[in-house]
């Protein structure tokens, strides 16, 4: 087959872009307003694309979607449902009870209660208790009498063993299967708390997946297209339509990865600081090996402690629409630029646009670092506002830089992102590269996204050698890939990591692998 061609596309709060590509070449891109309804913008991104290119609907072979919906969901408390929480420990972890530290406000929405059952393992996998089934099969009836819908299950070193959260999933599909039940050793990491925080977020979001998944279907057929569809991750890569029912939390953050990768990918760079700069925010993050750093610590989402994967990324208030304020006394020169913004309304709100709201691309223009809208009103601006304004922006933009720098090697700055025509020609000593398609990275990060799988377990040597240990992780996160849509003959290990566990008995050790591979396509 001569042509592969693949959409992306990346709902942003302020535009949706979308990019058509045929293999590793660009055929057309579009940036469009982010509408409220965001199916709306998606499908009028799309139209404009096939439009654009010629490209016939049915030579479509598939359409990548990055999505901020589950994000927002959990920051703006909307579209959650009750969730009850099935912890296997009797007689340990009595002392820190499930939700503990959460927002009073999103635990109040999500708290369907809390379950303590005999059960779990130890970090070799020797059981702690044996599973309580009678005590499960009151649990399930209980919440089907309480009709809650959702519920988790997270067993003490589940990611070591499994048994027994499967165990109850299969008890619940007996006696109630209208629930949905989340394993936690499919959702987070080893950490009791956290793996059951972002289990226990994932399970409150299934609906809302559901749904969702189903609405860019809709979207997708309206435009005459039939073909598969995939949802990006916060790894840079992708999972399919049903994976994205099942684990919606995977998706958070995804919209600086998809940038990362497009800004590598369109600048040949596999080891670079990623500046993506958009209407609202500027988001940082170092990219090894042409994937973005991983956090190693747990991460915040909307007040709640996780350890799910998530890129390791700073943000600030500023971007293309952040407002701009000649306020004496409120900094040093005068000048406060953002952290509020017009975002999508900038075409309306800016001074260059015929508004009158002064804003970042507005002192851009101003100083002549741009030439966007009508110039001829910003020439009233005073100078020292204008280089006052510049002087912070450009000190904003050097303090995130700095947080990403690891060493002091020169490495390139990668600028993308609709605002970035903000950013300056030098960042910390640091050469800005700023690649063709630039403003729509994001969408093409999506399009050329490859598919992963990951195994973070803990090992006892006693009885294995650290080669069947590691082995056996690839194996779980090759088998986690083509699950989540890779084809099996294309996975490589991309990272993979093992500690020995001083504090624990039995030569423990701590594997962590990685491993990425082409998307399946149906080329029929």
């Not at 090697?409 to 903000?422: C, D, E, N, R, T």
């Amino acid at each position: 087959m001569t042509t592969c061609y693949r959409i992306g596309i990346d709902v942003g709060g302020t535009n949706t872009d979308a990019v058509l590509m045929n293999y590793n070449e660009v055929v057309a891109t579009t940036k469009q307003p982010t509408t409220e309804n965001v199916m709306t913008g998606i499908e009028k991104a799309l139209s404009i694309i096939l439009e654009t290119s010629g490209v016939a609907s049915a030579d479509i072979l598939g359409v990548m979607i990055g999505t901020t919906h589950f994000t927002n969901a959990v920051v703006e408390r909307k579209h959650l449902t009750k969730t009850a929480v099935i912890r296997l420990c009797l007689p340990a972890t009595l002392s820190v009870p499930p939700f503990i530290g959460w927002p009073d406000d999103i635990r109040s929405l999500i708290d369907a209660g809390s379950y303590m059952v005999k059960g779990g393992y130890e970090f070799d996998g020797r059981k702690i208790n044996p599973l309580d089934e009678v005590h499960i099969k009151e649990i399930a009836l209980e919440l089907k009498s309480q009709g809650v819908t959702s519920a988790i299950v997270n067993s003490v070193f589940s990611p070591v063993n499994d048994d027994s959260e499967k165990r109850v999933a299969e008890i619940f599909a007996e006696l109630y299967p209208e629930c949905r039940v989340v394993l936690s050793n499919q959702v987070g990491r080893i950490g009791l708390l956290e793996r059951e925080n972002a289990a226990i977020l994932n399970a409150s979001l299934l609906a809302l997946s559901e749904k969702t998944v189903n609405a860019f279907a809709d979207a997708l057929a309206v435009c005459g297209l039939h073909c598969p569809f995939f949802i990006t991750q916060n790894d840079g890569t992708l999972m399919n339509a049903e994976f994205v029912k099942r684990f919606p939390v995977l998706t958070f953050a995804s919209g600086p990865t998809n940038s990362m990768r497009g800004a590598v990918f369109l600048s040949g760079e596999q080891d670079a600081i990623v500046v993506d700069i958009g209407g609202t925010t500027t988001d940082v993050g170092l990219v090894q090996q042409g994937f973005p750093r991983q956090a190693s610590s747990s991460v915040d989402i909307g007040g709640v402690r996780t350890n799910f994967r998530m890129p390791d990324m700073v943000s600030v208030g500023l971007g293309g629409g952040s407002c701009v304020n000649f306020n004496p006394g409120i900094i040093d020169n005068n000048v406060e630029v953002g952290p509020h913004s017009v975002g999508y309304r900038i075409t309306e709100e800016a001074l260059v646009f015929g508004g009158t709201q002064t804003t970042a691309t507005d002192i851009a223009v101003a100083s002549g670092r741009v030439q966007v809208g009508d110039i001829s009103k910003v020439t009233g601006i005073d100078e020292s506002l204008v280089a006052s304004s510049i002087e912070e922006m450009d000190r904003m933009m050097l303090n995130v830089v700095e947080k990403n720098r690891l060493s002091s090697a020169q490495i390139p700055v990668i600028i993308v992102g609709g605002g970035s025509i903000i950013a300056p020609d030098e960042i910390g000593g640091l050469t800005v590269v700023k690649p063709n398609h630039f403003s729509v990275a994001n969408a093409v990060g999506a399009a050329i996204a490859q598919v992963s799988g990951e195994a973070d377990k803990i090992y006892s040597l006693t009885n294995l050698t650290r080669k069947e240990a590691i082995d056996d992780a690839v194996r779980v996160a090759i088998e986690k890939a083509v699950a989540a849509g890779a084809s099996a003959q294309s996975i490589q290990v991309i990272d993979q990591e093992d500690v020995p566990l001083a504090y624990l008995p039995g030569n423990a050790t701590r594997i962590r692998v990685k491993v990425v591979g082409d998307l399946e396509f149906n080329h029929d």
